[in-house]
């Protein structure tokens, strides 16, 4: 059974960055659509950014798009997600989530998504 683990997150000042990363065991990666998914207080879990299974196609949801990169090393089993110019906005609780759906990578929807990791805090404040 894939299991995912969260890891990286923390406390950044507006504007800097941080680098999550999504390791993952128990199977094989290669199969695996990948995404990134964050809740905030109150708020819905939305999808951020997906990858395809060998990394080649990649899709940002509009609030990230241009500041947030997704890449993945099937070699080392993880996914990464490199967060750029971070703003109030993105404080959150990050995870990673797996998908078997051919289509996963590109509809970036939680209900796609079958397994999950434990998730990861991101705060964002001066």
């Known amino acids: 059974q894939l299991q995912l683990v969260e890891s990286g997150g923390g406390l950044v000042q507006p504007g800097g960055s941080l680098r999550l990363s999504c390791a993952t065991s128990?199977?094989?990666?290669?199969?695996?659509?990948i995404g990134w998914f964050r809740q905030a207080p109150g708020k819905e879990r939305e999808g951020i950014s997906c990858?395809?299974?060998?990394?080649?196609?990649?899709v940002y949801a509009d609030s990230v798009k241009g500041r947030f990169t997704i890449s993945r090393d099937n070699a080392k089993n993880t996914v990464y997600l490199q967060m750029n110019s971070l703003k109030p906005e993105d404080t959150a609780v990050y995870y990673c989530?797996?998908?078997?759906?051919?289509?996963?990578?590109?509809?970036?929807?939680?209900?796609?998504?079958?397994?999950w990791g434990q998730g990861t805090q991101v705060t964002v404040s001066s």
């Open positions: 128990g199977v094989t990666l290669d199969y695996y659509a």
């Open positions: 990858i395809s299974t060998r990394g080649g196609l990649t």
């Open positions: 989530a797996a998908s078997l759906v051919g289509s996963a990578w590109s509809s970036c929807r939680r209900a796609d998504f079958g397994s």
